[in-house]
């Protein structure tokens, strides 16, 4: 079975929008190993389309530059690019196609098949979708020590008939720069509890 892994830049109050305006300032070699890690063992790549266009609008020329990036650009290249859209797209970076059918179905298909993982990077509304489905094997925060106040956040105000989703700690790092890499799997759900079941640990006086 495949494994799908998600990475997104998120600030400390959720917010996971537009991150190229904020988050550079954080982004060392710590950061870029972190990033790589992620993609590591993936040889396809979730899009939702406007992370799609962003990464089509920038990675091909930096691949073309032949820059210090350019081996990430080459990389991103050769992977397969499935971009989720209702509506009908063409394409110029190369192996890429638009994912056909429902998402939860077809990604369950392609978790099935054989070959490497598969990745997401940014692209927030898939992540949600797949994370309610059950499909996500890891979810890596980066969480970068700034409050922005306002942006679309990963988890926002509950909708009717939504639920909970619980998550382990599968590990954590911090960063030099403060960042925390924090990266979660599915778990199952801890439970009923309340103030009675919690007072026991509780320390006798403030402090201890």
């Known amino acids: 079975m495949r494994k799908i892994t998600a990475g997104l830049f998120i600030s400390l109050d959720g917010v996971v929008e537009a991150p190229n305006e904020w988050h550079f300032p954080y982004y060392n070699d710590e950061m870029g190993a972190a990033v790589g890690a992620q993609l590591a063992g993936a040889d396809t790549i979730l899009f939702g389309r406007r992370t799609y266009d962003s990464f089509a609008?920038?990675?091909?020329?930096?691949?073309?530059?032949?820059?210090?990036?350019?081996?990430?650009?080459?990389?991103?290249?050769?992977?397969?690019?499935?971009?989720v859209?209702?509506?009908?797209?063409?394409?110029?970076?190369?192996?890429?196609?638009?994912?056909?059918?429902?998402?939860?179905?077809?990604?369950?298909?392609?978790?099935g098949e054989p070959g490497g993982d598969i990745g997401l990077s940014g692209s927030v509304s898939v992540v949600r979708q797949l994370l309610a489905a059950g499909l996500l094997d890891e979810l890596h925060l980066l969480v970068h020590p700034i409050a922005l106040g306002k942006g679309m956040r990963l988890f926002g105000e509950s909708g009717e008939g939504e639920k909970p989703i619980p998550l382990r700690l599968l590990s954590s790092a911090a960063f030099s720069t403060g960042v925390l890499n924090l990266v979660y799997g599915p778990a199952e759900a801890p439970g009923d509890a309340g103030y009675e079941d919690a007072k026991q640990h509780l320390a006798q006086k403030p402090g201890e």
């Open 85 to 111: 859209s209702k509506q009908p797209l063409t394409f110029s970076w190369r192996n890429s196609e638009q994912l056909e059918g429902d998402l939860v179905a077809t990604v369950t298909a392609l978790k």
């Open 57 to 83: 609008g920038a990675w091909p020329e930096r691949e073309q530059a032949g820059g210090e990036d350019a081996g990430f650009a080459k990389a991103l290249g050769d992977m397969r690019k499935i971009v």
